[in-house]
């Protein structure tokens, strides 16, 4: 990928192409291609003002504001700014949204454990009623045996 890197408000930023040179890349943010373009418009008719300051016809050509683009470089820097504050809240949403996912899976967690201590408590309360039963059953049971036998 090729690309080069600036600094800007004490703040180091890459970009360049990607591998099919249709993107470029600041601090990871992928750009499309129209963002590119007007980056592109941007800084090649501020290099024609520069070189040419009046048209072919004689008259002054008409600035880059009145166009809807930046005046001054800045401009371009405040098109990159943009992704950047972009990707700064995505990373923080994804932040909360991490969190929340840890918040949930703890929840079930305990509402797992729960249910399963519920589940074997359950189980030992009937485990005990059946050995009180058989017991009961094993008592009856020699009763009538020495009953019969007497």
């Known amino acids: ?13 890459s970009f360049g192409l ?3 040179e249709q993107v470029r890349v600041l601090q990871g943010i992928r750009l499309t291609e ?3 373009n007007r980056m592109k418009e941007s800084s090649q008719s501020k290099r024609d003002n520069q070189r040419s300051p009046h048209s072919p016809s004689g ?3 008409s600035s880059p504001a009145a166009e809807g683009k930046p005046k001054s470089p800045t401009g371009y820097f405040n098109i990159l700014k943009i992704p950047v504050k972009m990707g700064v809240r995505y990373e923080r949403e994804q932040a909360l ?3 929340e996912l840890l918040r949930l899976a703890k929840r079930e967690r305990e509402a797992a454990s729960e ?5 074997l408590q359950w189980e030992r ?8 039963r058989v017991a009961q059953l ?4 020699r009763l009538q045996y020495v009953s019969i036998q007497d």
């Open 18 to 20: 990607d591998e099919r």
């Open 125 to 132: 309360n009937n485990t005990n009623e059946e050995r009180q």
């Open 115 to 119: 249910a399963l201590n519920t589940a």
């Open 138 to 141: 094993v008592s009856n049971k």
């Open 34 to 36: 129209d963002v590119v």
């Open 59 to 61: 008259t002054a050509p």
């Open 1 to 13: 990928m090729g690309g080069s890197e600036s600094s800007h408000g004490g703040r180091k930023v």
């Open 97 to 99: 949204v991490q969190e």
